[in-house]
Structure formats: C-alpha cells, structure tokens
C-alpha cells in the first residue's frame, strides 16, 4: 500500500509563498511521474502541476509563473513552491502519484490525504 505524506499548508496572505512537500512510502523512484491537485470549495478538482521521473513538467495555465514543481531524489520528496498566491488559490491540495504519457497527460493512482492551503485578501 502506498502512503503519501504532505506538508507545509497553511494560512498566507495575498502575495506570500508556501512550500507543499510531499514524502511517499518506498522509494520515489518506483513513480513514472508525481503531481499535485487542488479543490476549492464548491469547485472539481483540478490538476495544478506534474513532473516525471525524468524531470519534465506540466502546469495548469492559472499557476505559470508562480508555481514551481520539484522532485529531490535524494530526499524522497517532490515539492510545490508556491508564490505570488492569490485569493483563488485558496484550496485543498494533494499530493499524487502516477503515470504521465508522451502526450503530456496525467494518470493518477494514489492520493494523499490533502493539505489545506488559505490565502488571504
């Protein structure tokens, strides 16, 4: 069974930076590719950003430019920096773990549980 640990969330004002970190069970090697989704409230969720095993990376159009996805092998953790952040950023994250095809397209097989993320005006 694969346990995906986030952290970093929190409370933020318009225009600061957060951190999302996330640690799988196991190695991070055995993920073709790792992404983060959100969900605001009354909102689907969405897919914010991914990154292969290869170092490759998508986002959503909202997040360019101010959100950045990393992976440290090293230190088993793939990492969201977040800056910028705006009121409708405001949501619940997760981290993923998956497999991304050479279409630059995202398939999901496990979940964390959700970090909360609040931006405030």
């Known amino acids: 069974q694969v346990r995906l640990v986030e952290s970093g969330g929190g409370l933020v004002q318009a225009g600061g930076s957060l951190r999302l970190s996330c640690v799988p069970s196991?190695?991070?090697?055995?993920?073709?590719?790792m992404g983060w989704y959100r969900q605001a409230p009354g909102k689907q969720r969405e897919l914010v950003a991914f990154?292969?095993?290869?170092?490759?990376?998508v986002y959503v159009d909202s997040v360019k430019g101010r959100f950045t996805i990393s992976r440290d092998n090293g230190k088993n953790t793939v990492s969201l920096q977040m800056n910028s952040l705006k009121p409708e950023d405001t949501a619940v994250y997760y981290c993923?773990?998956?497999?991304?095809?050479?279409?630059?397209?995202?398939?999901?097989?496990?979940w964390g549980p959700g970090t909360q993320v609040t931006v405030s005006s």
């Open positions: 993923t773990a998956g497999r991304a095809d050479s279409g630059s397209r995202y398939y999901t097989d496990y």
């Open positions: 196991g190695s991070i090697f055995r993920f073709n590719a």
């Open positions: 990154i292969t095993s290869g170092g490759s990376t």
